[in-house]
Nanobody, 124 residues
Framework: QVQLVESGGGLVQAGGSLRVSCGAS????????MGWFRQAPGKERDLVAAISWSGGTTYYAASVNGRFTISRDNAKNMVYLQMNSLKTEDTAVYYC?????????????????WGQGTQVTVSS
């Protein structure tokens, strides 16, 4: 079993920056890729960014590419999402997820463990 806990969410003004963090505990050796998803009210949960075990390969949704950066520190069992130039449409609950796969990490079903989410609200 792997437990994931997000932190760092909050209220930020449009154009500002925020970093959300995800701490992993338990059987972390069973996971490989990590991802950040987000879900706005009335919307589906969609992948924002993903990162390989080594951190050498990353993926970003087109809507955040160039503004968000995903990173990880395996020694600390931490994954981060740095969000810059935030827009009101970035408002959502952000979820951290862990996958045992290395190639298929772009959909919800590819992830085995989930955090409870952290709220990010971007005000105008």
């Amino acid at each position: 079993q792997v437990q994931l806990v997000e932190s760092g969410g909050g209220l930020v003004q449009a154009g500002g920056s925020l970093r959300v963090s995800c701490g992993a505990s338990g059987r972390t050796f069973s996971t490989s890729s990590m991802g950040w998803f987000r879900q706005a009210p009335g919307k589906e949960r969609d992948l924002v960014a993903a990162i390989s075990w080594s951190g050498g390969t990353t993926y970003y949704a087109a809507s955040v590419n160039g503004r968000f950066t995903i990173s990880r520190d395996n020694a600390k069992n931490m994954v981060y999402l740095q969000m810059n130039s935030l827009k009101t449409e970035d408002t959502a609950v952000y979820y951290c997820a862990a996958s045992k796969w290395t190639t298929r990490v772009r959909t919800i079903v590819d992830y085995d463990y989930w955090g409870q989410g952290t709220q990010v609200t971007v005000s105008s």
